[in-house]
């Protein structure tokens, strides 16, 4: 998350930003797809299409 310059993001944004980072991140870590919702509000239905994006190659590569 160093690598983002999320100051240049509204309040709004970020927030949504971080709390898909986190989720990712807790992912990662090995929790369920019920605990990561709980932690952060981001919907069990959401967090594929969230790995699935981050784990994309973006077209500037």
């Known amino acids: 998350m160093a690598d983002m310059t999320l100051t240049e993001l509204n309040a ?6 971080r709390r898909h980072v986190g989720a990712i991140e807790r992912y990662a870590s090995g929790e369920t797809a019920a605990s990561i919702e709980n932690a952060t ?15 994309s190659l973006h077209a500037d590569g």
Do not use: S, Y
């Open 12 to 17: 709004t944004v970020r927030d949504r930003v």
């Open 41 to 55: 509000g981001v919907n069990r239905r959401q967090l594929h299409p969230l790995l699935d994006r981050a784990l």
